[in-house]
């Protein structure tokens, strides 16, 4: 059975393990004649690497992405893009600990009931490190996106971490790239720094969560069941390794709202319909509104913490576990570019299968 691979026109197939000789993404569906190089994608990929702060793990890793396949000089091919990320800072030592025990929280003892066999170190296919391969198809998807919906923007920003929240009166995008937390709000990237500092030294770590904002959709993205644009967009957040919860729009909170509340209401505007407020997070009957689309993931805490814990052996023994290595405090963080990367790669998908259904112009024009 294999299910390594998401999309429906655009797919990608994701290989490779965390202390493997390296790891990638195989690309297919990618459009030929789309300019493209190894600089376009590292761009991208330098933003998740390890290392780069002493909020996320000091694993070094340099990510640097190589191109197999098709591309042909400079453009893509049309045929599958094959991309290759070297691993070069392994330290399979520190995981020789847990090889006969499983870590509490962790996809350990779940991959042994399933397969009998695991790859301990550094956690094989359930690692992280997995998300540089969508890291690097999301920079493909964004090279397609940047021929085919130009005005569209994929930004994913951090919003919470721990009981600490952003004051989303001050936000201000500017601000995503000057803190280390990918986070909109100054004053609260300090806050996440002091609480994550504590956090830290104590051996222990903290969840997060994050949005993601797509400004510039076109409205008719999406299908009305079974490839509803929500559903892959939650499907792919969900995907994402720790992520536990997933919401379009208000989400959970639209459970306490009122029907009068919760409904935007229309009208027409000089540019076409135009919307009261966005409750549904740009997303209705699974097809887009032409509104900003509005996705928020949750992020358990890293599993691999160096404060003592209780487990079992694999024979069934008791014991107890305290993970080395080099490990994220809140691998939410690091799940910022992944986040986009994933959310870059469905809206491309379903604006290839809007154009392959209805063809590249508005079919249903109002006004």
């Not at 009208?267 to 740009?282: K, L």
């Not at 052996?313 to 809140?330: L, Q």
Request: hydrophobic share 40%.
């Amino acid at each position: 059975m294999s299910l390594n691979t998401y999309g429906h026109l655009f797919r990608v197939t994701t290989w490779g393990e965390s202390h493997g000789p390296a790891l990638g993404a195989t690309v297919d569906g990618c459009p030929p004649g789309v300019p493209l190089s190894e600089a376009d994608i590292q761009t991208w990929l330098d933003r998740r690497k390890p290392g780069q702060n002493r909020y996320t793990t000091q694993r070094r890793e340099a990510d640097a992405v190589e191109i197999l396949s098709g591309v042909y000089e400079g453009e893509t091919t049309g045929t599958p893009i094959q991309l290759m990320i070297r691993n070069t800072d392994q330290r399979s030592k520190d995981y020789s600990d847990i090889a006969e025990k499983f870590r509490p929280g962790h996809a350990d003892i779940t991959y042994w009931q399933k397969y009998g066999i695991r790859d301990p170190r550094g956690g094989g296919r359930s690692s992280a490190r997995e998300t540089a391969a969508r890291v690097a198809a999301g920079g493909v998807a964004r090279a397609v996106l940047a021929r085919l919906a130009p005005d569209m923007t994929v930004t994913a920003y951090m919003v919470q971490m721990g009981p600490h929240h952003i004051d989303r009166a001050a936000l201000d995008m500017d601000e995503i790239a000057r803190n280390p937390f990918w986070t909109p709000d100054a004053n609260a990237a300090e806050t996440f720094a002091a609480y994550l500092d504590e956090l830290r030294k104590s051996g222990d770590s903290v969840g997060a969560a994050i949005e993601i904002r797509i400004a510039g959709a076109p409205a008719g993205l999406g299908a009305p069941i079974y490839a509803k644009l929500d559903t892959d967009l939650a499907a792919a957040c969900m995907s994402i390794n720790a992520v536990k919860g997933v919401e379009i729009g208000e989400g959970m909170a639209a459970a306490a709202l009122t029907g009068s509340q919760n409904a935007d209401e229309i009208g027409m505007g000089a540019d076409g319909p135009e919307y009261a407020s966005n409750h549904a997070g740009g997303i209705l009957g699974g097809i887009s509104t032409g509104q900003g689309i509005i996705v928020r993931f949750s992020v358990k805490p890293t599993s691999s913490i160096l404060t003592t814990r209780a487990t079992i052996t694999r024979s069934g023994e008791p014991a107890e576990i305290v993970t080395k290595g080099r490990h994220d405090p809140c691998v939410g963080i690091r799940a910022v570019p992944v986040a986009e990367a994933m959310a870059a790669a469905v809206m491309l998908d379903h604006l290839m299968l809007h154009r392959a259904q209805v063809g590249p112009g508005p079919r249903g024009a109002i006004g």
